[in-house]
């Protein structure tokens, strides 16, 4: 398999780990507080990768940028995931998603002006196929938007733009599992900091009521979620630009609509398989041209003479 295809694979992967983890980790916020959910799966990440890495013999961290990739990780998940989960205690699940469709937007407009990447025709007009295709899956009429929700959640997903933007850079020749080891380490001292700050003001809330389904709830959305998820990420993050990479998380609602039909027994309106036969198609159009011409969208159209 070509490492162009294995990049998309691994997209995918990480957008289906994500989507089936936000409704997991729904479920773990509303019984325990977001400043205390994210240290505790968090934890669970870094153990889950401090397993694999010594299964796979791989314990080597990062030598060079390793001061930009632990700051990287402290952004996304640390600072990111801690705005997420804050607003997704204050907003639905699908106002949140909606509001996450916005984040391969902001990666395409962030590394066409910090990086210079000038994306294509086509790759525009994927993108946005993939937003009405989005839209159409997570928008309900009549929803309420909590204003200090949408502020978190908008933060949150101007991290994780950031952090796509700025880690395709610094990610070199090292080991996909020491990047991903390294970032969630300080991840989680960042989370660990916020714990603290919580429990002394009163924001940490209790952990004695916390229900069985909700401590499973935790500690599976903090493997899938942050361990598994970031590793696919990551791995995907090596082959194509940033702006390719977004078009990917556009997949994240479709799995998490899919994953709440399956599990909750939540049926799908109609508005909802067409806006998901959008996503496919546009993310398969990426995905192809990706696999065609590896690094058109790394280098810009501009200047190029050819074109698939």
């Not at 994927?126 to 502020?151: D, E, F, H, K, N």
């Not at 970032?183 to 940490?204: E, K, P």
Request: with cysteine.
């Amino acid at each position: 398999m070509s490492r162009a295809r294995l990049s998309a694979w691994s997209l995918v992967a990480a957008a289906a780990c994500w989507g089936t983890a936000t409704a997991i980790s729904k479920r773990a916020v509303e019984e325990i507080a977001p400043l205390t959910l994210l240290p505790i799966e968090l934890a669970v990440s870094v153990a889950v990768l401090l397993a694999a890495s010594t299964i796979a013999g791989d314990r080597t961290l990062p030598t060079s940028n390793r001061a930009a990739l632990g700051w990287l990780g402290v952004l996304n998940p640390g600072l990111s995931y801690a705005l997420s989960l804050a607003g997704l205690a204050r907003i639905t699940a699908s106002s949140s998603a909606l509001l996450w469709a916005t984040e391969p937007i902001l990666i395409l407009a962030l590394a066409w002006l910090v990086l210079r990447q000038r994306p294509s025709t086509p790759t525009l007009g994927c993108a946005a196929i993939a937003l009405v295709g989005v839209v159409l899956v997570v928008a309900q009429p009549g929803i309420r938007l909590s204003t200090s929700g949408v502020v978190l959640t908008v933060a949150g997903v101007a991290a994780c733009a950031v952090y796509t933007v700025l880690s395709s850079q610094y990610l070199g020749e090292h080991s996909t599992l020491g990047v991903v080891l390294l970032q969630q380490s300080s991840a989680l001292g960042f989370a660990v900091f916020l714990g603290i700050g919580g429990l002394l003001t009163g924001h940490a809330g209790s952990l004695a009521d916390v229900s069985l389904t909700g401590w499973a709830s935790a500690l599976a959305a903090g493997a899938l979620y942050y361990g598994v998820a970031f590793w696919f990420y990551v791995n995907g993050l090596r082959s194509c630009s940033p702006t390719v990479a977004g078009l990917f998380i556009n997949l994240v609602p479709v799995f998490g609509v899919s994953s709440a039909a399956l599990l909750l027994g939540e049926r799908l309106a109609t508005r909802q398989w067409i806006g998901s036969m959008l996503i496919l198609a546009a993310v398969t159009a990426v995905a192809v041209m990706q696999s065609k011409r590896p690094s058109a969208d790394q280098v810009g159209e501009e200047g190029r003479t050819k074109s698939v």
